[in-house]
């Protein structure tokens, strides 16, 4: 199975502030790589799909980027609500597999 | 839009098995794959396995190879999820999502059920 390991596990930040969260996989996915956010209680919700394709509905002030085994999530300038958890997760091989996490906290 | 409607929270002993649907509103049902992803308390997400509604073809992950069971009903537009051989470690939500494409997997999920707590307690 392909190995996703994201960084950092957490980070505090402000409102206004540009965020990126990392993602490294332990073999080149080629841009099959989705991002996901997810708010306590809640299913998570798709961001980003294909490394950086912006899924319908969400917000432009996320974007993705990166291909073979490193990827990124950037947030712009943090909005109130962006507060949560976001998982990377590689759609190359099956099975497919998450990264462990990152949760955003307000600083 | 479509939307997915899972069962409700299940407590189930050592050994029991479990049984959660997952029911799609609108009539696209058998156009795109249903996955079930599981989450335990606190912890991060997996993935089970897949099944394509239109065939009724499954793809597990080896780690409940033998265990899980999906099926569906496109009379209801329904997908299940059976786990048996329950243990403490399978207290998890359990999600059922729809793929991002239709007639093919992408294995990325666009919509997702609310969830459903099984609990496995003596």
Request: with cysteine.
């Amino acid at each position: 199975d392909i190995q996703m390991t994201q960084s950092p596990s957490s980070l505090s930040a402000s409102v206004g502030d540009r965020v990126t969260i990392t993602c490294r996989a332990s073999q080149s996915l080629s841009n099959y790589l989705n991002w996901y956010q997810q708010k306590p209680g809640k299913a998570p919700k798709i961001l980003i799909y294909a490394a950086f394709s912006l899924q319908s509905g969400v917000p432009s002030r996320f974007s993705g980027s990166g291909s073979g085994t490193d990827f990124t999530l950037t947030i712009s300038t943090l909005q109130p609500e962006d507060f949560a958890t976001y998982y990377c997760q590689q759609s190359y091989s099956t099975p497919p597999t998450f990264g462990q996490g990152t949760r955003l906290e307000i600083k | 839009q479509v939307q997915l409607f899972q069962s409700g929270a299940e407590v189930k002993k050592p050994g029991a098995s479990v049984k959660v649907s997952c029911k799609a509103s609108g009539n696209s049902f058998t156009a795109y794959y249903v996955h079930w992803v599981r989450q335990a308390p606190g912890q991060g997400l997996e993935w089970m396995g897949r099944i394509n509604p239109n065939s009724g073809d499954t793809n597990y992950a080896q780690k409940f190879q033998g265990r899980v069971t999906m099926t569906r009903d496109t009379s209801v537009s329904t997908a299940y999820m059976e786990l048996g051989r329950l243990t403490s470690d399978d207290t998890a939500v359990y999600f059922c999502a729809r793929d991002l494409l239709s007639t093919i997997t992408a294995d990325a999920f666009e919509i997702w059920g609310q969830g459903t707590m099984v609990t496995v307690s003596s």
